[in-house]
């Protein structure tokens, strides 16, 4: 789905804190920087860092006691919050669909607040049950307490996102559903922000979730930023000893995940034992060796453009 | 059961003026249950003290409360009508807060993240899932109105209580018959009828 309407806006913090009345520190400590617009943010901490406090400062139903947040260079507080939150998406881990409505006016909430006509909503659901792979047909006049877990969460993205927002709010999004579920919501996500261009802000405890969805990782302590940085500068080059334990980056199998066997092979030929895809990672590749493999092909639609060794692999790890 | 038949135009007579006593007593009692209700559910340190109070009143028994009101308000139609207003308070402000508290904190969420306005929320989301509850309140509190409102007759404002009353006071039972039992089927008629809506509004 290109969607020219969809394109997304920047974010930015600048010296945002927020402390809850009778709390004795704060729980977002004087937090500033920006996301460029179109990007996949992962903020990503144990329970109590401020992950999820600061995301709902960006459609204010969290005030910040100092500081500024913007959305596409608008101050937020100056923006009415209906009409601010009719142009930001947000989904929550307890999904929150509303229980006496069916699939399709859940969906069509937003586009109806904000006074789409019917054709246009109801096509519109049409298009985005298909986006998150429910077929409109079976699900369009179903009820929520009909649909499982995953096929609730699905409908609270298509929900999110049906009025084209700039920017869309994930607060724990799978963190209800179990580990086969979750990994095809992640695979949909990562499918779904490509298409759309929206700025996704996703929050998570999850180091495994943030590593296979983020551009980008803000790591949050006890309200403060400790780092900003894409996945693999964050694994490669952990700013304290915190990031270092919460992103166990001693594990070197775990960067093995980022990289992939374009950036690693040699443009070269020789005898190999076997092919890989120039986009797997190479703890596909790692795998494949482990398995007996000696040399791969490296092969892009199809064609051989290098060869992986194993040590090709080890020489990623330390350049 | 043969006078309920050989009178049965001063049933029907008895049994309007019985409905009449219960539909405006009902509305009225709505109008005044409605925000005190909703603000028992907003303001939890008020809504305590008020159902406290609202119970009490819901213990004094009815009888006595219309007997005490005759005496300051006179006879009529009126002054029924207040013991039932009155009457009903406790069990619908109870449920009508109880179904508002009851609604799903996700649901408040998602709504207030969707960017609905706080009318909206509390007209598309919070009262139609508080709907069943505040409905089974409407449901009890009408049954015990028809009950109750057989009273009436004791303050000369008619219904099915005047052949209860008439019966009771001539010692001729079927004429007591033919107040209870008509006022019996009421109550049981309009407790279906409010169980079938309950059962149709919920999700």
Redesign the interface.
């Given at each position: 789905m290109s969607d020219p309407a969809s394109a997304g806006a920047p974010v930015r913090f600048e010296s945002v804190t927020v402390r809850y009345p009778n709390a004795d520190r704060n729980a977002v400590d004087d937090v500033s920087f920006a996301i460029p617009a179109g990007s996949f943010t992962v903020f990503l901490g144990p329970s109590g860092c401020g992950k999820s406090t600061l995301l709902r400062t960006v459609?204010r139903?969290v005030v910040p006691r100092n500081g500024t947040v913007f959305v596409d260079d608008a101050d937020v507080a100056g923006i009415a919050?209906?009409?601010?939150?009719?142009?930001i998406g947000?989904v929550?881990q307890?999904?929150?669909?509303?229980?006496?409505m069916t699939v399709a006016a859940n969906v069509a909430?937003?586009p109806e607040?904000v006074g789409w006509d019917r054709q246009r909503v109801s096509a519109r659901v049409d298009e985005l049950l298909a986006l998150v792979s429910l077929d409109p047909a079976r699900y369009r006049n179903r009820?929520p307490?009909e649909l499982s877990g995953g096929e609730q969460q699905r409908v609270?993205v298509a929900?999110?996102i049906a009025a084209q927002p700039p920017v869309l709010?994930m607060d724990e999004p799978f963190g209800a559903v179990d580990a086969i579920v979750r990994s095809a919501l992640q695979d949909e996500t990562r499918r779904i922000a490509r298409s759309l261009k929206t700025t996704i802000l996703f929050v998570t405890h999850d180091v495994d979730e943030a590593l296979r969805l983020a551009d980008r990782i803000v790591v949050l302590r006890e309200g403060r930023l400790v780092q900003y940085d894409t996945p693999l500068a964050i694994l490669s080059a952990p700013a304290t000893e915190y990031v270092e334990r919460l992103l166990d980056t001693h594990d070197v199998v775990r960067r093995l995940t980022l990289l992939r066997a374009r950036d690693a092979m040699r443009t070269q030929t020789g005898t190999t034992s076997g092919s890989i895809d120039a986009g797997a990672s190479l703890r596909e590749s790692l795998n494949a060796f482990l398995q007996g493999a000696e040399n791969l092909a490296v092969t892009d639609d199809g064609a051989t453009i290098g060869v992986l060794a194993f040590d090709d692999i080890r020489r990623a790890l330390h350049p | 059961m043969n006078y309920l038949f050989t009178h049965l135009p001063q049933v029907g007579i008895y049994t309007l003026q019985h409905l009449a006593l219960v539909g405006t007593s009902l509305i009225i009692a709505l109008v005044i249950a409605l925000p005190l209700g909703v603000y028992a559910a907003r303001q939890r340190r008020v809504g305590r003290p008020l159902l406290g109070v609202l119970g009490a009143i819901y213990t004094i028994p009815s009888l006595a409360l219309l007997a005490v009101l005759v005496r300051y308000n006179g006879l009529g139609f009126w002054t029924p009508v207040i013991v039932l207003v009155a009457y009903a308070q406790f069990v619908l402000v109870r449920n009508i807060a109880q179904g508002l508290l009851g609604v799903?904190?996700?649901?408040?969420?998602?709504?207030?993240?969707?960017?609905?306005?706080s009318a909206?929320r509390f007209w598309r989301?919070e009262v139609?899932?508080a709907l069943p509850v505040m409905l089974g309140g409407v449901r009890v509190a009408t049954v015990s109105m028809i009950a109750i409102a057989t009273l009436a007759a004791y303050a000369s404002a008619g219904g099915l209580g005047t052949f209860i009353f008439e019966g009771l006071s001539r010692q001729y039972p079927a004429e007591t018959l033919a107040g209870s039992i008509p006022a019996a089927i009421l109550a049981i008629a309009v407790d279906a009828l409010f169980r079938g809506i309950e059962r149709a509004v919920t999700?």
């Open positions: 459609n139903l919050p209906e009409r601010l939150r009719r142009g947000y929550i307890a999904v929150g669909l509303f229980g006496h909430v937003v607040l009820y307490r609270g929900r999110a709010l | 799903d904190p996700a649901q408040l969420d998602a709504a207030r993240g969707l960017g609905l306005s909206q989301i139609p899932l999700v």
